[in-house]
């Protein structure tokens, strides 16, 4: 079994990964975790000689920005 979280940093975001954990552990489930990109909005505000390199930049922010501990099930 799987859990496919897509992740965004939102109030239900981090509300449905608190959530997930719990289950997947409980049904020796692996979770994986998708990070949701809108370049118009996240990327609005980066210069960058591309629109590529711009979104680099904005998902290695995110990155940096959210702090996610990956345990392996038991």
Known sequence: MRFLI???D???AQAAMAAVFPLARAASAEVIVLQVVNPLIDAAGVTAPTTHEAMAQVIAAD???TAVEVRPAN
């Open 10 to 12: 939102t109030e239900g």
């Open 63 to 65: 990155r940096a920005d």
């Open 6 to 8: 897509a992740y965004h």
